[in-house]
């Protein structure tokens, strides 16, 4: 995927969790941030940068769902049950009393947890709170004020051309709050040094680029690369 970026800086999650941490730092509101559900050192950048900046991190019914049943397989994970540092957000529905009844019973394990937007409207400097696209709605609610935003995911979900209209929404949202948006991710994918290293670390009789919109620049690593096409088999 990487091989055409030439001088790319090859970010790690380390310098992910310092630039989100300086982010929540300098805000004077809440700080709300969009990352995958499913990824585990994510959950623990935005963790760890709330601790270090005194505030709780705030996860929906279905991260905190997540985050506890993968926590028997995964150690790093917080005890959402029971870390002071973690609250579950439960948003306004139905009887609008916030009554148990309200939710799913799997959310309900979590309601000793539970955090409303009341709460996190009257103190809003106290909170990073993890917000999806399709829980924008709750700004309505929250009403922010000096926020700021982190996307720390990957820039096609949000920057794709098949993404015109979530990105138009998501702009006026935060134009309308007059959030400020900013940006800490990582790839997950290798860096081109970091390919050619392993290209040339096993030394494989024969490459074959996949994933890439740059196969020619295998061919500068290595002495036999068959170039895949399309419709066609490679017989090894």
């Known amino acids: 995927t990487r091989m055409s970026y030439e001088t790319e800086h090859n ?14 730092s300098e805000s004077k509101g809440i700080v709300l941030a969009y990352f995958s559900m499913l990824n585990i050192d994510r959950i623990m950048t935005f963790y760890n940068a709330a601790i270090a900046n005194k505030r709780k991190l705030v996860v929906d019914t279905r991260l905190a769902y997540i985050i506890h049943n993968l926590r028997d397989k995964i150690k790093v994970l917080p005890d959402v049950m029971n870390d002071p540092n973690i609250l579950v957000y439960f948003r306004l529905c139905k009887s609008c009393t916030f009554d148990k009844m309200d939710y799913y019973p799997w959310e309900r394990d979590f309601m000793s947890k539970m955090v409303t937007y009341k709460e996190i409207n009257a103190h809003q ?5 993890h917000l999806g696209f399709y829980r924008l709605m709750e700004l309505v609610y929250l009403q922010p004020k000096n926020a700021d935003f982190i996307y720390s995911s990957s820039e096609h979900f949000y920057e794709g051309e098949d993404n015109e209209e979530q990105r138009t929404i998501w702009e006026n949202w935060m134009k309308h709050f007059k959030i400020k948006f900013h940006k800490a991710h990582c790839s997950g994918h290798a860096s081109k040094q970091d390919i050619i290293d392993l290209v040339k670390e096993i ?20 002495n036999n690369v068959k170039m895949p096409i399309k419709g066609e088999a490679i017989l090894l």
């Open 11 to 24: 970010y790690t999650e380390k310098e992910v969790e310092d630039k989100v941490s300086q982010i929540v």
């Open 125 to 129: 400097n106290k909170f990073l709170m």
């Open 203 to 222: 030394n494989p009789k024969v490459l074959i680029p996949i994933h890439t919109e740059s196969p020619e620049e295998f061919k500068k690593i290595h």
